[in-house]
């Protein structure tokens, strides 16, 4: 029941590797293939056939800007600040005729949007309201006529007089996250499924510009080093060769495009999230995002960004990228009038929590990112105090019966008096970059009381005798949860006596004892063909009763959430234990009259003494041994856990351990 | 004549909802009478596995230690464990009163003033017995229920 070390060490090894960061290629580049075909996915080999011509844009990737360029430049600037003009639509699902459409953005960081449907029925009903003048009379409310999901943006048509309404709405605050509404301007998929013109006139088929976008990314692209490099644009001959700066157009369409065209290569998006680490638009003159803003839909896990040399004048010309990149360690700004604002390391740090390196000068230690995470309440090992391995085997038997055969399992533990409820808590935090999976075969039986308050309501959804809750078992989807004994750090389970329980015997006028068990973890779930992960916490509550090994469950309350990983429970590495500000809650051991700050590191104490504290601790907690004996336990037993529990049963069982050996109140 | 079925889950939710919307504004902002929470002695209290002594050292080290800290509460659910929960049955007829509670509460908690730092997921037991003092104690906190034990353990 032990939460596993390994672990540990291999996300410190992780983060070991990862911050030395940098976007630059420093020392030699790494070549890739010439032909352009290299493996971005699987995706890949369709589009082989095409042979691009290699090499060719290597000398305008690293040769200097001159003079000849400046016009390109322009036309680009033009075309960043300005939105494109008006074309005909012909994508289905498009606007409907005199309509106008903007982009929403935003919403996906908002608490709405742990919604069931995402949260996109409650900002159509903000946007309308907000919409909505306030001098208007009842019942004249502006409506959104048209709506879409796709990607991170709600596609939005409204009628044209409330554009210019509507576009005020941007940077509101919907739920928490400041929202970004732009007028759409047909992106990405327009692009391709439109010929496009070009210098010559001839209009390419959207396969030929599909497979070219692909040529120019394969040569943009170092699999090695997991960059992607799109500085320097607007100089590429073949974006130029195809007339993408032709029009206005065109240029406000070909990033969209790109991207779409790089997600196209790529058969699933944890190998196209793990392809790229870092990307650079160095070079591109942008005075803003706008354009470019997909990037964070294409790469939400980006580590390293380099923006230098652009024309970002304050963080407004960045702002649509203040909730994305949540895993950004290294950000250059360099070159934009932006970096003289005085507040533009503070926004910065305050932006991105994991930054370690901006504008290639260090701004947070791996100490500092550590401490961020540390909670005032250090996080230490779980408290399991079972009895007789009774909790333990409880466990074991619970889940592997939960997984396999419910009914089976009820027979086995739950008698007429049991009772089980769930509960959905539909907004709890996540890991990141997890869409939470829908909650359809819980929430019905959902008896969260903040969300359900009428007594029958709450009486139905309480689930008492064996019977009902077979019943409701057969009903709930089939699952699968980690095994306990060999990924335990999947797990925390936590166990101690409680007094106080019914006696179902009726014997014992003062209650009896039992266990308290707590398990936090998580299980996989095949829902209509998706095998969905989700989180979970349970409490039990057993006592002694007519069950397998003597016990019965008094109570089963199951609480389940979003996907929430494991961390939470990971002790906190001894590597970080310098204190910066802010020095954690020193709680002081209740159990053995430990001195204050027992187990927990302290200026003039060796990590070994902490680590010997705790072991002490856990054997205190495991044996209700005292601090005193339990040391002596550990350092007969070259500090080996296992040895000296195995020692103290011996003793225990001769009878030789006395008295004062145990901690008061403790039956020896 | 002992109450229905009706009366206890009125009871038991209406304590758990009570608790949930008193004790954590108390974490929050008025730290001064968090250990009017508790039973005395209670039985084993539990934060991220560190074991604190009783509500009063609850108190000190919320009120000594710990930054200031939000909680939001997004789930509550409670269900009865022992309808006559042993220390204060009377030997009369049976009362909703003297039931003890199982609480479960899931939601965040963000430790310090800014709001941009993490949402920490969080998941608490509690079990809740009858106050004994109640039938004749008239304190400013007059509680039905008081928290026997409790186990705090982030979880995201």
């Not at chain 1, 048509?157 to 940077?171: C, D, F, H, K, V």
């Not at chain 1, 500085?231 to 240029?251: C, H, N």
């Amino acid at each position: 029941m032990k939460r596993s070390r390994a672990s540990r060490g291999a996300s410190r090894a992780r983060s070991g590797t990862s911050d030395r960061g940098g976007i630059r290629k420093r020392g030699a580049p790494t070549k890739v293939d010439r032909d352009g075909d290299l493996a971005m996915g699987a995706g890949a080999d369709a589009i082989r056939g095409q042979k691009p011509r290699g090499g060719q844009g290597r000398s305008a990737l690293s040769g200097s800007r001159t003079q000849t360029l400046d016009r390109t430049m322009d036309v680009i600037q033009k075309a960043l600040s300005g939105s494109s003009g008006a074309q005909a639509n012909i994508r289905q699902g498009g606007r409907g005729p005199g309509l106008e459409q903007v982009i929403v953005s935003g919403w996906k960081q908002s608490k709405a949007a742990s919604n069931r449907d995402g949260g996109v029925e409650s900002l159509v009903t903000f946007l309308e309201k907000k919409l909505t003048a306030p001098d208007s009379k009842a019942g004249t409310r502006a409506r959104i006529s048209k709506s879409r999901v796709e990607g991170d943006a709600l596609i939005a048509s409204i009628r044209p007089e409330l554009l210019e309404r509507m576009l005020q709405l941007n940077g509101f605050s919907f739920a928490g996250a400041p929202l970004i509404i732009e007028k759409y301007d047909q992106s990405s998929a327009a692009l391709l499924d439109q010929p496009m013109s070009t210098q010559n006139g001839v209009a390419p088929s959207p396969a030929d510009t599909k497979a070219k976008m692909t040529a120019i990314l394969g040569r943009r692209y170092y699999q090695q080093a997991k960059l992607l490099d799109l500085s320097k644009l607007a100089t590429d001959p073949d974006l130029v060769s195809m007339g993408i700066f032709g029009t206005t157009s065109t240029e406000s369409k070909f990033f969209p495009a790109l991207m779409k065209v790089w997600e196209m290569n790529f058969s699933n998006n944890a190998a196209r999230r793990e392809a790229v680490e870092s990307v650079s638009l160095a070079d591109n003159q942008l005075p803003n995002i706008a354009l470019v803003t997909t990037l964070s839909q294409s790469f939400p896990d980006l580590k390293n960004l380099d923006l230098s040399n652009n024309n970002f004048k304050d963080a407004q010309a960045i702002i649509a990228w203040r909730w994305k990149f949540r895993k950004l360690q290294f950000l250059d700004l360099t070159g934009n009038p932006f970096c003289a604002d005085p507040t533009f390391k503070d926004t910065m740090l305050k932006w991105y929590p994991e930054l370690r390196t901006l504008n290639n000068t260090q701004v947070r230690t791996e100490e500092e990112i550590a401490a961020q995470k540390k909670t005032p309440i250090p996080v230490q090992a779980a408290q399991f105090r079972d009895e007789s391995q009774i909790a333990e085997n409880f466990i074991r038997a619970f889940f592997t019966g939960y997984d396999n055969n419910r009914a089976e399992l009820v027979n086995g533990f739950y008698d007429n008096n049991s009772t089980f409820s769930l509960n959905v808590n539909t907004s709890a935090p996540r890991a990141l970059q997890t869409e939470p999976a829908p909650w359809d075969p819980y929430i019905k039986k959902s008896r969260n009381l903040l969300k359900i308050s009428h007594l029958p309501a709450r009486m139905s959804r309480t689930y008492t005798g064996a019977e009902k809750i077979r019943e409701l078992w057969t009903t709930l989807p089939q699952t699968r949860h980690p095994d306990v004994a060999a990924q335990p750090e999947q797990w925390l389970i936590e166990c101690y006596p409680i007094p106080g329980l019914p006696d179902i015997s009726g014997q014992s006028s003062t209650g009896v004892g039992g266990f308290l068990i707590m398990v936090h973890g998580k299980f996989q779930e095949s829902n209509a063909g998706r095998v969905e992960t989700r989180s979970f916490d349970r409490t039990f509550v057993l006592g002694p009763g007519g069950g397998i090994g003597g016990i019965r469950v008094i109570n089963d309350v199951l609480c389940l959430r979003a996907f929430g990983g494991n961390e939470a429970w990971q002790l906190e590495p001894q590597a970080a234990a310098a204190q910066p500000a802010g020095a954690p809650v020193t709680i002081p051991a209740a159990t053995a009259g430990g001195p204050p700050g027992y187990g927990l590191p302290a200026p003039g104490k060796t990590d070994t003494q902490v680590q010997q504290e705790q072991l002490v601790m856990q054997l205190s907690a495991k044996t209700m041994m005292t601090f005193h004996y339990s040391e002596l336990a550990l350092s007969g037993n070259s500090w080996n856990m296992d040895a000296a529990l195995k020692n103290f049963a011996e003793l225990k069982s001769q009878g030789t351990l006395p008295a004062d050996a145990f901690l008061p109140g403790a039956t020896a | 004549m002992a109450p229905t079925e009706d009366q206890y889950a009125k009871a038991s939710t209406e304590a758990a909802t009570d608790f949930a919307q008193t004790f954590y504004p108390a974490l929050q902002s008025n730290r001064a009478i968090i250990a009017s929470f508790y039973s005395n002695p209670p039985s084993t209290i539990l934060f991220n596995g560190n074991a604190v002594a009783d509500g009063n050292a609850v108190q000190d080290i919320f009120v000594n230690q710990m930054p200031p800290t939000h909680y939001e509460v997004q789930s509550v659910d409670c269900q009865i464990i022992n309808k006559q929960f042993p220390s204060t049955t009377t030997g009369g007829p049976p009362r909703t009163k003297d039931m003890s509670i199982l609480v479960v509460v899931g939601g965040y908690v963000r430790f310090g003033e800014s709001r941009d730092l993490p949402q920490r997921g969080f998941s608490e037991t509690f079990v809740l017995i009858p106050n004994p003092s109640n039938d004749t104690g008239k304190g400013r906190h007059k509680r039905d229920w008081l928290i026997q034990t409790q186990n705090f353990r982030l979880v995201v």
